[in-house]
């Protein structure tokens, strides 16, 4: 039917009326032409009609996104027939995801594969043989033999009824809306629904709520799928958010007025499938499609979240997550997401030198290069000192230690990992259960770390255990804030004396336990006593069984993202006092060393890209490339390395920071061995070749089993917090706006 004859028709007068009618004038009866489908009279016909018998030798289908099926038991596979096709699942699949198997996509808007099942879309109806009517599949358990129909027309209208009723309400906001381009419910009325509405009424609207600096909300555009309460509630494990009200009157807001507080509150922007819930600091600012995407991966933390980077032009405007199973999910922290505008403030331009009149003066890189090597060579080699930064990668550690070893030192360390930590065995230091194996585990021991504040998603997997099954969590440390059940069993290193002991009743715990985990915190690495708490540990994991050859549960939770990279480098200082005795100091991005200890007269070189705090004491600028700026290698806490992949130019004249201690090499007479990156890798596939194992966790060869016994004596010293304040813990955060914000609005600092 074409537009004109459907225009003609809208507004024919009704002839009863117009013979019947003793008003002369003409009255108009308005028919909105709603065109039907003549299979729709008989829908079991069509039904048999749209369903071929499958033929003996069908092709085979790829599931959606590529997923594969793993069957815990074989024995309870079962058959079931998606539009003809035979296909095999576990028992205990539901009809959606048996569907997702066949190669078949149902549109949904409630069903998440990491939450719980709400079934209140009723978007992803589906036809199933001998049911009355169609059925919800993503709540529907699949049955043995069960004949699912996906494309029949009672699914068809049933799916356009729906999106009607969503779409009843739903403003028109798609010029104006953030998440348009990239929106499910545009995709799936697109798809799915009628080309045409009955709804004339006047549409809702809902006052919008105030969560916070990061998420903004129109909660207009809202169709209660309930996805962003059922995060809150399982996933972040707080209780902000919830359904209030009934009927036209529901909506989702927070019970008293208050902002969310979770540090994964950004992922309700992801999962939110309309515009109701979108980034507050990048409205307006972009669309999808004018993004260009950089998969890579963040450095905030020793957790190595997978991101997407997306930047236009010369800026990076937003961060996004990527899937990975074994180690972040589909999950980032805020930290992670929003501190991106750090990137672009407090930069380091230009090499600068400080004059005479202690202010710093542009030169040209090679004047900068001449000053640092002519003052390097006029100190003793062990009155050098060079200390890698947090966000430091493995190429430039490795040739920041080949140069201080060129020049006679081997004083080089990274912050975070203590003046003289033993780098001899790697289980000592990683997490050896992995981040994806603390699912398995039934008990977990955490001393001397806040994982909530440490690592948000190493803390998220925790929880999902803990919900999942009721594991038992005993914390040994200053009061902290958990958002899952955990016993406080005491402040400092007598509790954990106790438990190696087993005068303390939390040791019966982990002897009963079959797979207990215990996960130390990188706090530990600054204290004295830190070889007594290790061998209190160690007595502990002996008479739990922690350590097995099918599981070894003693774990240490990083903070910092060039910690186990370094340690794999052997980048641990020859002697503990040497930066008091320093002449000159090279820091390579290093903000979090105690300055204070370094003597007035000492020379010191700061590599960096912010100006952050190692700048106030430097005598020498070298700026360098940020991680969303250049390639390198990283090592995460669990010891799997990950790469950067460069998304935007360097900022000004910075360069590399392999590149810088290159050239710095050169200048100086003792010039390293490489000039490119594979060089470079070379060179560490020499110290470490682990490192270069892309995408790949390495775990500990040898366990504690081999390490002298510790003769130390624990101190009375309570375990001390390592992370003040969760959104600025490095340069980059530290110059962030949105993070001084989510401080000064979520944490009163």
């Not at 501190?339 to 004059?355: A, F, S, V």
């Not at 997997?461 to 016993?487: C, L, M, S, W």
């Not at 200082?573 to 090279?586: A, C, H, L, M």
Request: aromatic share 6%; charged share 25%; glycine share 8%.
């Amino acid at each position: 039917m074409g537009l004109g004859s459907l225009a003609s028709r809208a507004m024919r007068p009704t002839a009863s009326r117009l013979l019947s009618s003793q008003n002369p004038r003409p009255f108009f009866s308005f028919h909105r032409a709603v065109s039907t489908t003549p299979e729709l009279q008989n829908a079991d016909q069509s039904t048999a009609a749209a369903q071929p018998e499958p033929a003996a030798d069908l092709p085979p289908r790829t599931p959606v996104g590529g997923a594969r099926v793993h069957f815990p038991n074989p024995e309870d596979a079962i058959e079931v027939f998606v539009d003809g096709y035979p296909v095999k699942i576990p028992k205990g699949f539901t009809v959606l995801q048996a569907c997702e198997v066949a190669g078949v996509d149902i549109p949904r808007f409630c069903y998440h594969s990491r939450l719980s099942i709400a079934g209140n879309c009723r978007m992803c109806l589906v036809e199933v043989e001998k049911s009355p009517k169609p059925v919800a599949s993503c709540a529907m358990p699949a049955m043995p033999g069960m004949k699912i129909k996906t494309d029949t027309p009672i699914a068809k209208k049933a799916r356009e009824g729906v999106m009607e009723f969503l779409l009843m309400n739903h403003p028109l906001d798609c010029p104006i809306c953030d998440q348009g381009g990239e929106c499910d419910l545009q995709d799936q009325s697109m798809a799915f629904g009628s080309d045409r509405g009955r709804f004339t009424e006047m549409k809702r609207s809902v006052v919008d709520k105030n969560l916070g600096p990061l998420v903004k909300t129109v909660m207009t555009r809202c169709i209660q799928c309930t996805r962003c309460v059922r995060f809150a509630t399982e996933v972040a494990g707080v209780q902000d958010l919830g359904m209030l009200g009934r009927g036209s009157g529901e909506e989702i807001g927070t019970y008293v007025e208050k902002l969310m507080t979770s540090e994964l509150s950004g992922n309700v922007i992801d999962i939110c499938p309309v515009g109701a819930l979108t980034s507050k600091p990048f409205a307006f600012k972009a669309r999808n499609w004018e993004l260009k995407g950089t998969e890579t991966i963040d450095v905030t933390d020793a957790v190595g979240s997978n991101i997407r980077i997306d930047s236009r032009g010369p800026e990076v405007l937003r961060i996004v997550p990527r899937l990975n199973e074994d180690i972040n999910e589909e999950w980032i922290s805020d930290k992670t997401r929003f501190c991106y505008d750090g990137l672009k403030r407090q930069r380091l331009n230009d090499p600068m030198i400080r004059g005479a009149d202690g202010r710093f003066q542009p030169v040209s890189w090679r004047d900068a290069l001449a000053v640092v090597a002519e003052m390097a060579h006029q100190v003793k080699p062990e009155e050098i000192v060079g200390i890698a930064g947090q966000l430091s990668d493995a190429e430039s550690m490795m040739a920041l230690k080949d140069f201080l070893n060129k020049m006679g030192s081997n004083n080089v360390w990274c912050e975070g990992n203590g003046s003289n930590r033993n780098a001899d065995l790697r289980s000592g230091y990683i997490m050896n259960s992995s981040i994806a194996g603390l699912e398995k585990a039934d008990a977990f021991l955490l001393v001397g770390t806040q994982p909530r504040v440490e690592a948000a998603i190493v803390n998220a997997r925790i929880r999902k255990t803990v919900q999942a099954t009721h594991a038992k969590v005993g914390y040994i440390g200053p009061a902290a804030d958990f958002n899952y059940d955990h016993e406080h069993l005491g402040t400092g290193p007598q509790t954990l004396q106790e438990i190696a002991e087993r005068r303390h009743p939390f040791s019966s715990v982990l002897s009963n336990a079959k797979n207990p985990a215990i996960i130390i915190g990188a706090g530990v690495f600054e204290r004295k006593d830190k070889d007594a708490i290790f061998s209190a540990v160690e007595t502990i994991a002996k008479y739990a069984e922690v350590v097995r050859p099918d599981w070894n549960g003693v774990n240490v939770l990083l903070l910092k993202a060039a910690q186990a990279a370094a340690l794999d480098l052997g980048l641990v200082p020859e002697s503990e006092n040497s930066i008091e005795s320093s002449k000159f100091v090279y820091l390579m991005g290093a903000d979090d060393v105690n300055l204070e200890k370094v003597p007035s007269d000492a020379f010191v070189v700061y590599q960096g890209h912010h100006g952050d705090r190692g700048v106030y004491r430097a005598n020498v600028i070298l700026p360098a490339a940020a991680f969303s700026e250049k390639e390198g290698t990283y090592v995460n806490t669990e010891g799997c390395s990950q790469q950067t992949v460069p998304a935007v130019p360097t900022v000004g004249d910075a360069r590399d920071d392999w590149k810088i201690i290159r050239a710095l090499s050169e200048v100086a007479g003792v010039r390293l061995p490489y000039d490119t990156l594979g060089a470079i890798r070379s060179r560490i596939r020499t110290v470490a070749p682990n490192i270069l194992q892309i995408d790949e966790r390495e775990p500990a060869t040898f366990s504690f089993s081999i390490k002298p016994e510790s003769k130390q004596k624990l101190d009375s010293t309570p375990f001390g917090t390592a992370v003040e304040n969760f959104y600025m813990t490095d340069s980059i955060t530290r110059a962030s706006k949105i993070m001084a914000q989510c401080s000064s609005v979520l944490l009163k600092k």
